[in-house]
């Protein structure tokens, strides 16, 4: 298992290597990352606590739960979500942003940050829609966390 340490350093490490990619053509990207204090428990109220702490608004039982562990092709499949959120402009979506292969690459990256055993990540979309957590037209927001860490993915436009 990894550290707290180890789990903070690779999400330093994660931002250094994509914060400007992802900030550059389609949309404006927030990486936010703590120690956790307690167990994570629930994912919802884990991320609600979470994103309320950076002055977001908590959406409670509307958390997507995603599955890290299967491939593009699984149910709720995170890569597949990561990919979505982020292959194409969020306002413009015939126009690439990191295109499939980049975001799938990012995905990865995001995921390893977190200790595979415990990992867990959210989203505030379904496949109904989306919940928002900021005032923005248009945004994907993920949170994942393990025992340690949690960080948040927030993907923000203006159409």
């Not at 609600?48 to 039982?61: E, Q, W």
């Not at 299967?70 to 015939?94: I, T």
């Not at 990540?121 to 957590?133: A, D, K, Q, S």
């Amino acid at each position: 298992m990894q550290g707290l340490g180890d789990t903070l350093a690779r999400l330093d490490a994660f931002r250094a290597r994509w914060h400007l990619r992802l900030n550059a053509d389609g949309g404006t990207v927030r990486i936010a990352a703590d120690a956790l204090t307690t167990p994570p428990g629930l994912h919802a109220s884990c991320a609600d606590a979470f994103v309320t702490s950076l002055g977001l608004t908590p959406i409670g039982g509307n958390w997507e739960l995603l599955d890290a562990e299967v491939g593009m092709e699984g149910p709720r499949s995170a890569r597949a979500a990561l990919v979505d959120a982020f292959a194409h402009n969020m306002v413009f979506a015939q126009q690439l942003w990191l295109g499939e292969d980049n975001a799938l690459a990012m995905g990865e990256d995001f995921l390893a940050c977190f200790d595979s055993v415990t990992r867990q990540i959210v989203t505030n979309r379904m496949y109904f829609g989306w919940n928002p957590i900021t005032t923005a037209s248009i945004e994907w927001a993920f949170v994942a966390f393990d025992d340690s860490t949690i960080a948040l993915l927030l993907a923000t436009a203006e159409s």
